[in-house]
């Protein structure tokens, strides 16, 4: 049952509206039509006594070769008359119950003079139900009309609301529901805007935090890095400073990575091919293993700092654990599809969801030896989110790790 209810408000509302109304319908008319019973019922042997009288007495009183027309005459719709010859049988007067559910009469009467005058009688025929029915009919559909146009009021408000929690952390400038209609609206409307607003102060606190974070570490660590320069020890400075290079890329990817929504970068259009080889040719000038196929140029709407970041991170990754990347870009026309494959151990299945969690690392070879601070693909499937598009791993057959990216091109 629970399937074949509507999944909206509205939908559920309209039903319900619908159900009530042609049970109404159905128990208006049956009311209707009971009362109209027991009333004529009441009544119909006597208007049928008096209209028989009335037609005995009129067509008593012409000559017998004109009677069968006075007869005719005298007839309806709900009231058949006929005069034949000779006296009637029985002259008795019979009601049988049609599969209407009202009654009707017949019987015969014998005239003083001879013939009898033979009548069948169905006042319901002479009355037909159709301007009630068509009442009613327009009573409930304006009942329905207006019940839908009650439904939109309802839900507005409710759309209003679920349109502006969408909105809740995406980028762009937060918009405040309106605080009007009934009482239970306005009262759900306030709610959800206070909470917007903590939300927002939460997200500007957090903002600056990140600012006050990122000169605070990066101060001490420019003062380390000088010191270092006075060591006498060549190795040891070497060392030193290749640790203070990984501080200093893992707080630069955190920051990258909190940053996420708040950077308001203009979308415009790139080319990706010419991103893509640019990643490609910088890899290769410092000795990389890298190659790329595809189009030489395939357009598309972006944020083109951040879609370059996430290509980096993607294209970095595989150098780091896979030793090599081959980088390949299809243009479907509605979207772009790149894939970057490696020769590395691959990703175990189990793990190939988890590794796009911040922070997450490998065991075996996702460590901090490679200088690795597990934010990379994170950030790229942030970045690649925030165009609509996707990002997903899967193991190649024979070895290697395969990186899909799926970007939709607006229409």
Same mark, same amino acid.
């Given at each position: 049952?629970?399937? =074949? /209810?509507?999944? $909206?408000?509205?939908?559920?509302? *309209? &039903? @319900? #509206? ?114 009630? =029915? /068509?009442?009613? $009919?327009?009573?409930?559909?304006? *009942? &329905? @009309? #207006? ?124 080319? *990706? ?139």
């Amino acid at each position: 049952m629970r399937r =074949l /209810l509507p999944s $909206t408000l509205a939908g559920r509302i *309209i &039903l @319900v #509206l619908l159900v009530g109304l042609m049970a109404f319908h159905v128990g208006s008319l049956w009311l209707h039509q009971t009362g109209s019973d027991i009333l004529l019922g009441s009544t119909q042997q006597k208007v049928t006594g008096e209209r028989v009288a009335a037609a005995a007495r009129a067509i008593g009183m012409v000559p017998p070769d004109a009677r069968e027309a006075v007869a005719q005459a005298l007839s309806s719709p709900g009231f058949q008359v006929r005069w034949r010859p000779g006296v009637a049988v029985g002259a008795v007067t019979a009601q049988n119950l049609t599969a209407s559910g009202h009654l009707e009469a017949e019987g015969a009467v014998s005239l003083p003079d001879g013939g009898h005058l033979w009548y069948h009688a169905d006042p319901l025929q002479a009355q037909p139900e159709h301007a009630t =029915l /068509l009442s009613t $009919t327009a009573m409930a559909i304006g *009942i &329905l @009309v #207006l019940g839908l146009l009650v439904v939109r009021l309802i839900a507005r408000p409710l759309r209003e609301l679920s349109s502006a929690a969408d909105r809740i952390g995406r980028p762009g400038q937060t918009v405040t529901v309106p605080e009007e209609g009934p009482r239970e609206v306005r009262q759900a409307a306030q709610a959800f805007n206070r909470m917007q607003a903590r939300i927002d102060r939460l997200i500007a606190d957090r903002t600056q935090a990140l600012a006050a974070v990122s000169h605070d570490l990066r101060t001490p660590l420019a003062r380390l890095r000088l010191r270092a320069g006075f060591l006498d020890d060549a190795e040891a400075q070497r060392q030193i400073d290749a640790d203070l290079d990984e501080m200093d890329a893992m707080i630069a990817s955190t920051l990258a990575y909190l940053r996420g929504d708040e950077e308001q970068e203009e979308v415009r259009s790139a080319d *990706i091919a010419a991103m893509l080889q640019t990643l490609c040719g910088d890899a290769e000038d410092m000795g990389k293993s890298v190659t790329y196929e595809g189009p030489s140029q395939a357009r598309l709407p972006c944020r083109a700092i951040a879609l370059k970041r996430a290509f980096a991170n993607v294209i970095d990754n595989a150098l780091k654990y896979g030793l090599s990347a081959r980088v390949t870009l299809s243009d479907l026309g509605q979207e772009l599809v790149v894939h970057v494959d490696d020769i590395g151990p691959g990703v175990p299945e189990a793990q190939l969801e988890s590794v796009f969690q911040p922070f997450y690392r490998l065991e075996e070879s996702r460590n901090r030896s490679t200088g690795g601070s597990g934010l990379g693909l994170a950030i790229a499937r942030q970045a690649v989110g925030r165009h609509g598009g996707s990002v997903a791993l899967q193991n190649i057959t024979g070895g290697g790790l395969r990186a899909s990216i799926i970007l939709p091109r607006p229409a």
